[in-house]
């Protein structure tokens, strides 16, 4: 069954430095997300990404985030300078063209955990 | 904005017993839910999609209900195993956005003992 892939799937690194994280969604699929979750606390969302834009973000995904498709396969999220907080689980998404088959469900890769030193 | 909580945070059964969890969200107009699975340190497998026009689902051992009026969903687990042990997350997506955002719950951590 196809699947969404995430790499790495652990990044340390030190508070201020750039990280960037990757995703290889389902071949057929249209729309990208990704997702965090802070150790212990709930599954948030991030940021929705369709037709090369940014469709949908949340008010976590300020100018220290970026998203990218820069191939017909990869989806990355950048963060510019790390903080302490930032430390979390990473969940990249994706979902199909709509249709009875799909019923638009999103599927989850296994995560990046991101710890911030 | 969209709330979701999940009632209970935790759960220990014995082997065989059939449970059920609760989810229930603040804003009804949904466009559809979506119940995963969550095992230690892993991602999110998706187990069943109810869409807002929909009673329930089955799949196999589970089967999953919505009541969109009242803002509740609660996911039956049939005959439960021990390899059923998981952290179970509720989600919805908001009315009128096929390809919108979910809003999770904190989960229900289930412990299925033989």
């Known amino acids: 069954e196809p699947e969404v892939t995430q790499t790495p799937s652990h990044q340390v690194t030190q508070m201020g430095q750039e990280v960037i994280l990757r995703c290889v969604p389902i071949?057929?699929?249209?729309?990208f997300y990704w997702y965090r979750q802070i150790l212990g606390q709930k599954v948030e969302f991030l940021v929705s990404?369709?037709?090369?834009?940014?469709?949908?973000k949340s008010e976590i995904f300020d100018d220290q985030f970026s998203v990218e498709r820069p191939d017909g396969s990869n989806f990355t999220l950048k963060i510019r300078s790390t903080k302490l907080e930032d430390s979390a689980m990473y969940f990249c998404?994706?979902?199909?063209?709509?249709?009875?088959?799909?019923?638009?469900?999103?599927?989850f890769g296994a995560g990046t955990r991101l710890s911030v030193l | 904005k969209q709330e979701v909580t999940q009632i209970p945070a935790a759960l220990s059964v014995p082997e065989g017993e059939n449970l059920v969890l609760n989810c229930s969200f603040t804003?009804?107009?949904?466009?559809?839910l979506q119940w995963f699975r969550q095992d230690p340190g892993k991602g999110l497998t998706s187990l069943l999609l109810?869409?807002?026009?929909?009673r329930e689902q089955t799949s196999g051992r589970l089967n999953a209900s919505l009541d969109k009026s009242s803002g509740r969903s609660t996911l039956y687990i049939a005959a439960s195993q021990p390899g059923d042990s998981a952290t179970y997350l509720c989600?919805?997506?908001?009315?009128?956005?096929?390809?919108?955002?979910?809003?999770f719950g904190q989960g229900t951590i289930l412990t299925v003992h033989p």
């Open positions: 998404a994706s979902s199909a063209i709509w249709g009875r088959k799909t019923k638009n469900i999103q599927y």
């Open positions: 071949s057929n699929h249209l729309y």
């Open positions: 990404f369709y037709n090369n834009e940014i469709s949908e």
């Open positions: 804003d009804s107009a949904i466009y559809n």
């Open positions: 109810i869409q807002s026009s929909q």
């Open positions: 989600a919805v997506r908001p009315g009128g956005t096929s390809y919108g955002k979910l809003t």
